[in-house]
């Protein structure tokens, strides 16, 4: 299971409709984030987790059931399939959102062990962008 | 009438005394169904010939019947009893054409839930029939190819199925995008 989790990527985040003042700045890796109240400086992998809490919360809009996968058939039409119950469906069913769920991060290990990789891959902070 | 070149066919089929089409054109018609990928199975060379069944599907095929190959495979294991239960109780739909040693292509048609024009009876099925059929889905479509050379019944060097790569990945993907 670890290896399968280590291979997930990463939840999109994305522009919240009616909100984008907010969340396109946090997007928005140029962006200083003053005016907003913000007390620390965020890593650029952190605006984007903040990002998706706010969009959680924010965006109630339907989507997609994502308990479904989707594949094509020999004559390239989509169809879903949901693996823990096998049922088959040409139409995937659309559902609810709901506030609220589970931050998962790992914090501090990466950094530590490939500081590098970890700056190119996640940005500075804004204090040591200033400094450079 | 059968087709004459079909290697499935008996003689007289072939001769067109015995062959027929299946024309149905009801919410269970194989075009209705998601064409999923093929299958190809061995035969026992020890084994007498499969009787013919006389009989054409939509697809130009043969209706596959577990009975009807239970004796025949070189590996069975359950295959037949498996994929006899899926099609009684309207899971898939299946149909074969011999190939060349010993072998045969099946054709896998998996029947939505969300068949139209069946009232919903698909959706609304026991879970005395719903739960083995979870295994038998589980043990069957990792092993489906959608190569194009097996559905039309032509061997072609890619024997690896297609349908559902790193399943659990894909899967997982998808979830961890909703949270």
Redesign the interface.
């Known amino acids: 299971m670890a290896e399968i989790y280590g291979d997930l990527a990463s939840p999109q985040s994305k522009i919240t409709p009616k909100w984008e003042d907010l969340t396109s700045r946090l997007l928005d890796f140029d962006d200083d984030l003053s005016g907003l109240g913000l007390r620390s400086s965020l890593y650029n992998y952190q605006r984007r987790s903040v990002n998706a809490m706010l969009q959680r919360e924010l965006d109630l809009s339907p989507i997609p059931d994502p308990l479904f996968i989707e594949l094509s058939c020999m004559h390239n039409h989509s169809f879903y399939l949901q693996p823990g119950t096998m049922e088959i469906l040409k139409d995937r069913p659309i559902v609810d959102t709901a506030r609220s769920g589970i931050l998962c991060e790992e914090l501090g290990g990466l950094f530590q062990s490939k500081p590098k990789e970890y700056h190119d891959h996640f940005g500075l902070p804004f204090q040591e962008r200033e400094k450079q | 009438m059968a087709s004459p070149c079909c290697p499935s066919c008996c003689l007289a089929c072939s001769g067109g005394r015995l062959g027929k089409d299946k024309t149905y054109t009801g919410p269970y018609s194989l075009n209705n169904f998601?064409?999923?990928?093929t299958l190809i199975i061995q035969l026992d060379p020890e084994r007498p010939e499969i009787e013919c069944g006389h009989l054409h599907a939509d697809d130009g095929w043969h209706v596959f019947s577990g009975k009807l190959f239970d004796q025949h495979l070189l590996v069975n294991e359950g295959f037949c009893r498996e994929m006899d239960f899926l099609i009684t109780h309207r899971f898939i739909s299946v149909t074969y054409r011999f190939g060349c040693s010993l072998s045969a292509f099946l054709r896998i048609y998996?029947?939505?839930?969300?068949?139209p024009n069946v009232q919903g009876k698909l959706r609304i099925r026991n879970e005395a029939l719903?739960a083995p059929?979870?295994g038998f889905?589980?043990n069957l479509?990792p092993t489906i190819s959608?190569n194009?050379d097996h559905?039309n019944g032509l061997y072609s060097p890619s024997f690896l199925p297609t349908?559902?790569p790193g399943?659990?990945?894909?899967?997982?993907?998808?979830?961890?995008?909703?949270?």
């Open positions: 998601i064409s999923a990928g998996l029947i939505p839930y969300d068949l719903v059929t979870r889905l589980n479509l959608q194009e559905w349908l559902l399943m659990k990945v894909i899967y997982l993907n998808s979830v961890v995008d909703f949270l």
